[in-house]
């Protein structure tokens, strides 16, 4: 441990936990205790974190932090204004580290905590959702669970005080991701007996806040580089993560919480929002439909990485071109605001130390398309109008990567030169699907016939869009275009 460290460890060892972190993984790593640490050295945070894994598997990651007295590195790439940049950290905001399946007494003590004020969490999905399980006194499996305990030995510690209550930030990538976090706490609560004083003691007394994030957190970098860093740091962090520069965190509270959290004061991209539907639909419209409309298109085109599709001279510019001609001016909100967030997005995608795979991307693409793309069609669909080049192109080569037959237990597609690619998705669609290519192709049907049944097919858009203004005419020229002359 150099000097430097050796004084933040003692530091950040006596202040008090005012975090309680349910997430060991590079993301929260990259983008919470980074901003926790942004605002230490600034002098505005003063706590700590306790930080605990949320399922056993996070044991090594666990283990491995403990050995580093809780420090490591976070290094900042890639792109600000056009210009590379690269920022180190060490980040020194945990003064516990713990895991709670062979310490759970170190867990059920935060209950106790007086200065415990905030659980910050990052357990996918699946790990916010319920799941029945007994009221054990040892180590409960799932996290609301945990947390239900956690709630209800605080309420007794404290006697129902109505100051110590928690208030919740949930990072899972699950909209209205924190009114799903209580709904769940209290399913466990009456799974387990617990009083309705204590239920009413949850609503009067915690917040569960609904928040967006967005960050790529890219992990530990490859060990080339990592050894090039170590030798010129003169010291090793098998903990060591990396990130992009952007960071957004947008959180559904009143923004006198940044009294007690002071991220935004720090300043950081934190807002505190009574409405987060304009940052979940930004988000979802223009950063997640771009890549949804791009993995399909750029596979069969033989193109592997969001960065070189942002690169080709024909399919860079048509991505960017139908986000703001088309797909901006169908969001309820300010041109401008939408403007300059598509100007972030595709920096972002320039990132020249990130390698996105576009066949990573590609995986599960029907559902995608139907959130993220479909609404903006549907906008045009709705207006009478016929739907615009560019978004007819992105459903076009979605249906063209769909083109798949079943071989090998997978289903597969080829590409415009021939190559073979494997198509992951739900399984019933992709049998529809290729049902209907094999039916196709048996009867000599031409190209029209079939992308109208693919457009009328509702299981998959739970709608029929095959008489939506232009849309087929528009499919089909691309398609023939695309192929050669040959459909």
């Not at 060490?90 to 713990?98: G, R």
């Not at 239900?148 to 990538?173: S, V």
């Not at 139908?322 to 990132?351: K, Q």
């Amino acid at each position: 441990m150099t000097a430097e460290q050796k004084q933040q460890y003692e530091a950040v060892t006596a202040s008090p936990v005012t975090v309680l972190q349910v997430g060991e993984g590079n993301f929260l790593r990259g983008f919470a205790d980074w901003m926790l640490q942004v605002s230490k050295e600034q002098g505005l945070f003063q706590g700590s974190v306790a930080v605990t894994q949320p399922r056993p598997s996070g044991k090594h990651n666990i283990e491995q932090l403990a050995a580093q007295d809780g420090l490591y590195t976070l290094v900042v790439r890639g792109l600000e204004d056009g210009q590379p940049v690269e920022r180190r950290n060490i980040i020194s905001v945990f003064s516990q580290v713990f895991d709670p399946y062979e310490n759970w007494q170190a867990f059920t003590t935060l209950a106790g905590c007086e200065t415990l004020r905030f659980v910050i969490s990052n357990t996918t999905e699946a790990g916010i959702a319920y799941k029945k399980e007994p009221l054990t006194y040892g180590p409960i499996a799932s996290y609301p669970g945990k947390m239900a305990y956690l709630l209800y030995e605080r309420y007794i510690k404290f006697q129902g005080a109505l100051d110590k209550g928690i208030i919740f930030l949930p990072c899972e990538l699950l909209e209205r991701n924190g009114d799903a976090l209580r709904d769940n706490i209290v399913r466990y609560s009456l799974d387990w007996g617990y009083p309705d004083d204590f239920r009413r003691w949850i609503a009067s007394s915690c917040r569960f806040l609904n928040s967006l994030v967005d960050r790529i957190v890219t992990g530990y970098p490859s060990e080339d580089q990592a050894a090039a860093w170590f030798e010129q740091w003169s010291y090793s962090d098998r903990m060591l993560t990396t990130a992009e520069p952007y960071h957004l965190w947008a959180i559904e509270g009143e923004e006198e919480l940044d009294e007690l959290l002071p991220l935004k004061k720090a300043g950081l991209n934190v807002h505190w929002t009574d409405d987060l539907r304009p940052y979940q639909q930004r988000k979802v419209r223009i950063l997640n439909a771009s890549h949804t409309w791009m993995a399909p298109l750029g596979l069969l085109y033989g193109v592997g990485h969001v960065r070189a599709f942002m690169e080709h001279p024909v399919l860079g510019q048509r991505v960017q071109a139908t986000v703001r001609a088309e797909i901006i001016p169908a969001i309820p909100y300010p041109l401008d605001d939408m403007n300059e967030y598509a100007d972030t997005v595709f920096e972002r995608f320039g990132n020249p130390y990130i390698r996105h795979r576009l066949e990573d991307i590609a995986m599960n693409s029907l559902s995608k398309f139907k959130v993220r793309l479909l609404p903006t069609l549907s906008h045009y669909a709705e207006l009478g109008q016929s739907i615009p080049e560019g978004l007819a192109t992105g459903l076009a080569g979605l249906l063209r990567y769909y083109r798949i037959t079943q071989a090998d237990g997978h289903y597969e597609g080829r590409d415009l030169q021939g190559g073979r690619y494997v198509v992951r998705d739900n399984a019933e669609l992709l049998q529809q699907i290729a049902a209907i290519w094999a039916n196709a192709e048996q009867k000599e049907q031409d190209l029209r016939t079939t992308v109208e049944q693919l457009l009328a097919l509702q299981t998959l858009w739970e709608q029929d869009l095959s008489s939506w203004p232009g849309l087929i005419d528009a499919i089909c020229r691309w398609w023939t275009m695309a192929e050669g002359g040959q459909s």
